[in-house]
């Protein structure tokens, strides 16, 4: 509901009643200009809030039941996915709406192409690997046992991921076991890379070939939790975790007295973006901008911790190309109504004042052209911007 003027509030000055015509004049004249003003800055400025309302009113839908594939239970996924659907419950469409566990990216996506899903379901999922879903490389690539995935959209922007590299800290180390201090030090060692379909694996991968060149790693499989009991116990020598920032279990471990670091990564992120290119420049499906924009860890994300740089993975908001265009309506304005409340679900008194990203990353993104907005999402962001993402063009 758009937000009302103190002139339009009764008990604020005088009523529109009682205006003199100079006044009327002086308001109208105002109002003209700011519409003037919004409309030459292309009405991109960040501190506009989101049409509320939009969609107007209830709206004619094929859903009753709607899932939200998120990640395990407790990662930032699934606590993004628990605001959206509190939110879509209580929109007038009456939506029952299930937030539903699993393994991560690879698998949410691979759910949306599923035809029992097609139409009713929405996914978070790293961007990233939604691209790579899209033209069948990395672990979507037949020789390595996927396929191409067709027919993803996007809504917009959910969180962004930051990859960690979690090690014990140095002298915590088993005896006789060498302490990780730099992520060439892992060369040849056991790591814990997350769940074969996971994010974490793919962009986990990437950072094997472009920064431990020559090496042989032996990777285990599953969740951040199973690798994390691995480490304490000196089975692993790292764990890979893509996900938010201060993630719960890795606050907890450290509220527990275990002694980890994160190592920092800053080195690589120029070489995974050169990894990027060299998959996607070649075929033509190349645009330019930034996919992994630079990432920080400290103290306030992890106490104890010491400050580092790491690579951030933006996620989005997913669904099928034929999904309820009601569905994608509403879903779409409820991602940016009150980020406050996304922020606490997701980092609770937020001592590192993370943000959720707004609306117009759809337009700084690179990302939002190699995977399309949804066409029922697209009106969300023209109705607001009067323009949606120029690709290059």
Known sequence: MPTESRLDRPGHGQSSATLTTLQRVTVVGLVALSVAVAIGLGLTARDDPPDTAWPPERQATSCHDVKIFTGQVGSPYNRFARVLRTRLQAAPEHWDVEVVPTGGSAENIYHLE??????????????????????????????RGGHLVEGLRTLGPAHDDLLHVIVRAPGSSPAGTADVRTFADLCDRAIAAGPPASGTRQIGTVLIRVGLPGCSPRLEDGTIDDGLRLLVAGAVDAVFWAGGAGTERIRTELANGVKLQVLDLAQFRDAIMADWEKVYHPPGRYFPGTVFPPGHLGPRDYPGMTDVDTVSLPNGVLAHEQADPALVRRATGDLFVDPAEYEQALWGDNPAGRRVPDALTVYESPLFCYVPLHPAAAEYYRLRFHRGPDCGR
Do not use: H, I, K, M
């Not at 029992?116 to 020789?143: E, H, I, K, M, W």
């Open 114 to 143: 599923e035809q029992q899903y097609r139409t009713c379901s929405l996914a978070l999922a790293q961007l990233g690997t939604t691209v790579d879903a899209g033209s069948a490389v990395n672990q979507f690539s037949p020789q």
